[in-house]
């Protein structure tokens, strides 16, 4: 009766290698993400904030006007903008 199989002789540790490969990994050094914002976006970032109090007022209104039930839906521009999709 064989106890060891032939190819099991000599053979290495699964866990050795996951310990050797943990060790290896604290060893390196991390790495961090960085984020550049260019020039460009950070004055698109500006400008759209200088209309956010316009965006602001607006959206004010459509919820005064849809709390009071003055808001009218005009159901043939909504028509109009949804035929392109259905029709693909």
Do not use: C
């Not at 020039?39 to 959206?59: C, F, G, P, W, Y």
């Not at 459509?62 to 005009?74: F, I, N, P």
């Amino acid at each position: 009766m064989k106890i060891n199989q032939s190819h099991r002789i000599n053979a290495v540790n699964p866990y050795q290698k996951q310990n050797e490969q943990q060790a290896n990994a604290l060893d390196r050094k991390r790495k961090t993400d960085k984020v550049q914002i260019s020039a460009e976006a950070q004055e698109m970032l500006s400008s759209s904030r200088v209309n956010d109090t316009d965006r602001a007022k607006l959206i004010d209104d459509l919820k005064q006007s849809v709390s009071t039930g003055s808001y009218h839906v005009e159901s043939g521009k909504i028509a109009e903008k949804l035929l392109p999709f259905l029709k693909n």
